[in-house]
């Protein structure tokens, strides 16, 4: 198996798998959605009563236009930072689940009206201030305050896995094509030029005298080209053995770290299913 890495940006990935199958390329999809672990907000706390503000003169509503569950379900939402190697599964801490700076991060939040509440106003406490535990994405709105109104919130993140649910999930938009093989008859090409326009990915240029594929791995397997072409000169057909793999992420994690946790999550398992298997035969 050979990966060819096409683009690797923070947030996006794509590259072409050789010498595999459609198999592979789907369990590496799903392992991306459903099982690699992020930090999400899992507990948020509201405060109840009246607010002071910093003089401890004026007094504000502790609420808001959107009820407590909805702000709530925002702020689960929002990418937080998360590091595997510093954190682990809350379920399995040595604080026995009762949450601690191994297996969680604390977050506040202290706004009062009239404004806009956006997830760059979720604080990291004393204990883990630092510019890692920051959201990244610091204007996503979550709740608009009027003059009256504010909010008091402690917020939990935890690790999870897109098994429990979508906030959790590491990946976004994981999918794959057949890489496309254009076959073209020079022999009986017209070079009239047709299936050059016709390309919406800009796969095939005119050099010269003759049609020539210039891009094959922004071929999508449309058949714009062979539709357009009068003299059935050109064939498009998928290559199951080499493979278009392309995600993104929201941010929480790199699109290159969630590739490799994937890896070694689907080399674990392989290992586990060897060793069973091996178990089986003697």
Known sequence: MKIDIIEMTPTKAQFVISETDPSFANALRRTLVSDVPKMAIDGVELHLGPIMDEKGEGEFESTSPLFDEMVAHRLGLVPIPTDLDTFTFRSKCSCNGEGCPNC????????????????????????????????????????????????????????GTGKQHAKWQAAIGA???????????????????????????????????????????????????????????????????????????????????????????LDDRFDELREKVSALEE
């Open 104 to 159: 969680t991060i604390m977050y506040s939040l202290n706004k009062k009206g009239p404004c806009t509440v956006y997830s760059g106003d979720l604080e990291p406490v004393e204990s883990q201030k630092g510019s890692k535990f920051r959201v990244k994405d610091d204007l996503i709105p979550i709740v608009k305050l009027a003059a009256d109104q504010a909010l008091l919130i402690y917020a939990t993140a935890e690790l």
């Open 175 to 265: 999918g794959y094509r057949y890489f496309g093989i254009i076959e073209i008859d020079r022999d009986k090409c017209d070079v009239g030029g047709s299936c050059v326009d016709a390309c919406p990915k800009g796969v095939l240029v005119k050099e010269g005298k003759k049609v020539v594929v210039k891009h094959p791995e922004r071929c999508n397997l449309c058949n714009s080209c062979v539709d357009v072409c009068d003299a059935g000169v050109i064939k498009v057909k998928g290559d199951p053995t080499k493979i278009m793999f392309r995600f993104e992420t929201d941010g929480s994690l790199t699109a290159k770290d969630a590739l490799i946790r994937a890896l070694k999550i």
